[in-house]
């Protein structure tokens, strides 16, 4: 069975730095989104994407934040300056229509 | 606003007792609801939808309109049944969680 796949497991970065987070949705899927979880706390979305664009966002995805399909597979997460409370697991999801979504396994993101 | 309600924290049964996770949501119009499970160190794995209205892995959810609550319930736990669960509500391209309940079962 098809699976959504996120890299890498576990990403560890300084203050202010960028990072990417990646995911590969399953192949037959049109729409995409990314979740936080901070730890301890609920599932958070972020951002859904279709048809090479933002759909909707959250407050929490501000300026800092982007999001890309480069190519006609991978499904990218970007945090332009990492604070430190950015700290979270990150879940890509992906779904064929505006229902089931299936998630990854998720990125764990520890910014020092 | 859209919103989920899960009271419980953590349920603890035996193996064999029933069980009944809840779930209340807050939303202006015909919700869709979902139940995930998170298995440990396993991603969120979809368990039931009210639309399919099916059940899996012996686990059952009805929506209730009026009390505006989808529980989970399962007549008999297993073991294999301990793990993370999370109602979420479907709104306009996103999911909405509740903050999940931690169910144990023991032996």
């Given at each position: ?5 996120q890299?890498?497991s576990?990403q ?5 730095q ?17 979740y ?23 407050e ?10 480069p190519?006609?597979s ?9 604070k430190?409370e950015d700290?979270?697991?990150?879940f ?6 505006t ?14 | 606003a ?7 924290k953590l349920?603890s ?5 029933p069980v ?10 015909s919700?869709?609801?979902?139940w995930?499970v998170?298995?440990?160190?396993q991603?969120l794995q ?6 399919s209205?099916?059940s899996?892995?012996?686990?059952t959810a009805?929506l209730n309109?009026g009390?505006t609550?989808?529980h989970l319930?399962?007549p ?5 049944d301990?793990a ?6 479907y ?17």
């Open positions: 069975e098809p699976e959504v796949t890299t890498p576990h560890v970065t300084q203050m202010g960028e990072v990417i987070l990646r995911c590969v949705p399953i192949s037959n899927h049109l729409y995409f989104y990314w936080r979880q901070i730890l301890g706390q609920k599932v958070e979305f972020l951002v859904s994407f279709y048809n090479n664009e933002i759909s909707e966002k959250s929490i995805f501000d300026d800092q934040f982007s999001v890309e399909r190519d006609g991978n499904f990218t997460l970007k945090i332009r300056s990492t430190l700290s979270a697991m990150y890509c999801a992906s779904s064929r229509t229902d089931t979504q299936y998630f990854g396994p998720g990125t764990r993101l520890t910014v020092l | 859209q919103r989920v309600t899960q009271p419980e349920l049964v035996f193996k064999g007792a009944e996770l809840k779930c209340n949501y807050s939303y202006s119009g919700p869709e609801l979902f995930y998170q298995y440990s160190r991603r979809l368990l039931l939808r009210h639309i209205r099916e899996i892995k012996g686990f009805d309109k009390e609550s989808f319930k399962k008999f736990a297993q073991e294999e301990s993370m669960y999370y109602c979420a509500l709104n306009t391209d996103k999911l909405i969680f509740g903050t999940g309940t931690r169910l144990q079962v023991f032996p």
